[in-house]
């Protein structure tokens, strides 16, 4: 009787394997129609079960991570901006992630320095331009944007935003707090109205013509490319004589208190490969954090471009430096005509 028994249950588990399939939680502040295809695809290849919890606050969902504590259902963290995967580190809500597979396809500079944490798609913040008004040969650096040549010609997104910051936050690595003040303050003086909330609002200013250059990420750009191919801004790629490009990551990392870290590092190793790379940056026309993988067509027929490699990391160490900074030029308003 015990042998049935026993031949039965193995019979159970052989044929029914998603029944004892593992379950993940996963926190995120990306939107939901951009993860959700991912994690069913997760879902559909491994019999995993994975449970998505959205909130767009990346902030608010890690301080509610911090106050779950031990208690947390979560095992995966995805957000946005390496400031705010800097800031996860520093509230000790992440661990180390051992992983060949992970570092084998997640370059350095696009990483926690410990592996607590690693970009997962790329989106490069640089210059755009009216074709009608500028040519690209007038165009360099971002220091550049400075001069006084682009007096009323110049839109940016506001100091609020953690884009912003980042941005600024890596210029300080680069260049040094004197310098960054410097150039702050002449796009300050450039500018051809007040900053603006969204990347999207900066791109529709130069599409009609008030003003003539901005910095926003390329993704805004992408699918406002897709919606009007007539779309009167293209791209240029800053500092490709210097640093580079800056660039900024989408990234998780397993929760320091997962109840289940070795699906989490499965899942955050799939990730990282070509199937949910593809997927990542074909939906959202992000580059892919993978260099093995090919970015969309989209985007990739804006020509290939040197990244900044400094760590995006330092997006968060410095963050408080730049914000410093910009409140103490005035950042956000435009000087009066």
Known sequence: MLKKILAV??????????????????????????????????????GTKVKLIVDRNAGA????????????????LLVVDGGNLW?????????????????????????????????????????????????PAELSTYADLADPKWKGRLCLRDAASVYTKSLVATMIANLGETETQRILEGWKNNLAVNTFPKDDDVLKAIDAGRCDVGITNTYYYGRMLDKNPALKVKPFFANQQEHGTHVNVSGGGITKHSRNPAEA????????GSEAQNLFVDENREYPANPKIAPHGTIAAWGKFKQDIINVSVAGSNQKKAIMLMNKVGYDKAPSK
């Open 9 to 46: 249950s193995l019979a159970a588990s052989l044929t029914a394997p998603a029944a004892l399939a593992s379950e993940l939680v996963v926190y995120t502040a990306r939107a939901e129609h951009l993860v959700k295809p991912i994690v069913e695809k997760y879902e559909q290849k491994t």
């Open 265 to 272: 590092r499965k899942f955050l190793e799939w990730l990282s």
């Open 87 to 135: 800031q996860a580190v520093q509230m000790d809500l992440l661990r180390p992630v051992d992983s060949n597979v992970l570092k084998t396809n997640i370059p350095y500079h696009l990483r926690d320095p410990e592996n607590k944490w690693f970009g997962l798609s790329v989106r490069a913040r640089t210059i755009f331009y009216n074709p009608e008004k500028v040519k």
């Open 61 to 76: 969902l890690m301080e509610r991570l911090r106050a779950e504590g031990s208690n947390t259902p979560a095992d995966v």
